[in-house]
């Protein structure tokens, strides 16, 4: 059973449109996580949170943002979306504690732009 | 920042067959997770085992810290083994920098 959730799972839009992935999880877990991957590549991390109103990029450069106003929920926006933008988006949460536990990550949002 | 080595890069191996695959990390790490990702793109956590020794059913993996490398053994391999493993790591110290991942290894189990 998910304990992060993701929407949509697919989605194929036109250049120019403003998108929002979403993001909630009910772990009450305090970190939560944005990942960007292509297909058949490895992950790369553009934005984490250590909380509500914490923002962080991450290490591969993004021209999405995203917001903390709940603990649950991390949703990442595209004001203008691109072709370059096609990827898929993995979100993720994690205890804050360091070792405390691993990562848990949602199925995905898989973005086509066209 | 961290280094995440996986190999081999790519597998290909008969129903029924064992495997090994490897992760080798550059510096100290208080988190270490194998994952195993499916066709659809879904990652599936197989363990969080930043040192010692887990199993669970078929596969099993093996984290020595000191040495900075992990291992994961998957036996009598299934074609629903198919997919991308993952190794990625956290460095210690770290507050909330996320996951390093490796390149993957592909695995392909053939009938």
């Known amino acids: 059973e998910a304990d992060i959730y993701q929407t949509p799972r697919y989605l194929v839009i036109g250049t120019g449109k403003k998108i929002t992935l979403e993001c909630s999880q009910t772990?009450?877990?305090?970190?939560m996580y944005w990942y960007q991957q292509d297909p058949g590549m490895e992950l790369h991390l553009i934005h984490y949170s250590y909380g509500v109103n914490s923002t962080e990029k991450g290490d591969l450069s993004s021209e999405s943002t995203v917001s903390r106003i709940r603990t649950e929920h991390f949703p990442l926006t595209l004001e203008s979306a691109r072709p370059s933008h096609t990827s898929q988006y993995l979100c993720a949460s994690s205890e804050y504690r360091s070792g405390a536990g691993g990562y848990t990550f949602g199925s995905g949002t898989r973005l086509t732009v066209v | 920042g961290i280094q995440v080595e996986q190999s081999p890069p790519d597998l290909i191996l008969q129903e029924g067959a064992n495997s090994t695959l490897r992760c080798n990390f550059s510096?100290?790490?208080?988190?270490l997770q194998w994952f195993h990702q499916n066709p659809w793109g879904q990652l599936i956590n197989l363990f969080y085992i930043p040192s010692g020794t887990k199993q669970n059913g078929r596969l099993s993996a093996t984290t020595v810290a000191t040495e900075r490398y992990s291992l994961l053994y998957i036996s009598s391999s299934q074609t629903t083994d198919s997919g991308v493993y993952f190794c990625a790591v956290e460095r210690s110290g770290g507050g909330a920098d996320g996951l390093t991942f490796g390149k993957g290894t592909h695995l392909i189990i053939q009938p």
């Open positions: 510096d100290s790490v208080n988190n």
């Open positions: 772990m009450g877990h305090d970190k």
